[in-house]
């Protein structure tokens, strides 16, 4: 089993920035990739970013430029730096980890005001 606790949600104007945090009970060197991803209401669940222990890193389109996603594999978090937020960036978002299966986050709570 895995446990992921994440940290950092809050509500921020448009334009302003948010970091959150992903903590992991296991070691990022046993998972494939990490990521983070969001579900707006009445929206399928997205990708945002996911990242390797190795460091290679992908996004989403929509947040391409803006977010960051980066790991601290000694401490075995991952980090997600938001900047230039917009009311379409409104979301839970959520940790995940990747080993065969996929295990998630309980959520934060983004929320962009306009």
């Known amino acids: 089993q895995v446990y992921l606790v994440e940290s950092g949600g809050g509500l921020v104007q448009a334009g302003g920035s948010l970091r959150l945090s992903c903590a992991a009970s296991?070691?990022?060197?046993?998972?494939?990739?990490m990521g983070w991803y969001r579900q707006a209401p009445g929206k399928q669940r997205e990708l945002v970013a996911t990242?390797?222990?190795?460091?290679?890193?992908n996004y989403g389109d929509s947040v391409k430029g803006r977010f960051t996603i980066s790991s601290d594999n000694a401490r075995s978090t991952v980090s997600l730096q938001m900047n230039s937020l917009k009311p379409d960036d409104t979301a839970v978002y959520y940790c995940?980890?990747?080993?065969?299966?996929?295990?998630w986050g309980q959520g934060t709570q983004v929320t962009v005001s306009s």
């Open positions: 296991r070691s990022l060197f046993d998972f494939s990739y």
């Open positions: 995940a980890v990747v080993r065969g299966v996929t295990y």
């Open positions: 990242i390797t222990v190795a460091g290679s890193t």
